[in-house]
C-alpha cells in the first residue's frame, strides 16, 4: 500500500469541521465538537467509545511521538464529532 494512512490529515481537523460518512444509497453528516491528544496508557477505550445520549462517530489515531521500544506512538489523538442530518 503506498501513500499516507487513512487517517494522515485527522489532526488538521478542529470544530465546526464537518465529516461525511458514506455507503450505499446512505450519507450521514457529523460535525466535529472536540478533538483530544490522550497519552497512550490513559486512553481507556471504554470512556472514549462509551456509551452516548446522541448519535456520534468518534475516530482516534496514534498521534505523538514514535516509541521504538513499544513499536506505537506515545499519543493517541481523538475526534469527537455529532450527528447533524438524521
Known sequence: MD?????????????GDEITVAGGEK?????VYAMESVELD???????????????LVLITCSGEFNYERGTREERLVVYAELINP
Do not use: C, N
Not at 450519507?27 to 460535525?31: A, T, W
Open 3 to 15: 501513500g499516507p494512512a487513512i487517517f494522515w490529515d485527522l489532526a488538521d481537523l478542529k470544530a
Open 27 to 31: 450519507e450521514l453528516k457529523f460535525k
Open 42 to 56: 490513559l486512553a481507556d477505550v471504554k470512556d472514549i467509545f462509551g456509551y452516548r445520549s446522541t448519535p456520534e
